[in-house]
């Protein structure tokens, strides 16, 4: 992912894509600064955390800007999540998250809400950006009750 990322910035600069290789370098930046702070590899599962914060911070940018009535901010964030979501695995069906989450109960074996900790620990890493977690919790604490 980071090498995509790198190539992404040089054909952003290619293409004179200024919003794109803003968002890029961004990114690169925000990864760079992640392995210098704490001292980790770069690898996917950095790359793919420091993406899930960026879009994060873009949605609730876009939910504060549009109470505020700033259509031109909303539009400009709009614009680098999607950059973003571009970067992200592709999300995962229902079914295959149904089939996840009894897997995950299979595994783990719950015997009730209280142990809704341990199925969303076991799950977490395999979903990680591939679906939304509220969402997520929601579909266990179903199957859960």
Do not use: C, W
């Not at 990114?27 to 955390?49: G, M, Q």
């Not at 595994?107 to 076991?122: H, L, N, R, S």
């Amino acid at each position: 992912m980071y090498d995509k990322i790198k190539s992404g910035i040089v054909a952003a600069m290619k293409a004179h894509d200024k919003e794109r290789l803003a968002v890029l370098r961004m990114v690169k930046a925000a990864v760079d600064l992640d392995h210098i702070d704490n001292k980790v590899e770069i690898n996917d599962d950095l790359v793919l955390s420091v993406i899930l914060k960026q879009v994060k911070m873009r949605e609730d940018s876009i939910e504060q800007y549009s109470k505020s009535a700033r259509s031109d901010l909303v539009e400009k964030e709009t614009i680098e999540l999607n950059i973003l979501k571009e970067f992200l695995p592709a999300p995962l069906t229902e079914e295959e998250l149904d089939e996840l989450i009894t897997e995950a109960i299979e595994e783990v074996k719950p015997t009730g809400m209280k142990d809704m900790g341990k199925v969303m620990g076991y799950l977490s890493p395999k979903v990680k950006g591939r679906t939304d977690q509220k969402a997520l919790s929601v579909k266990i604490k179903e199957r859960l009750q």
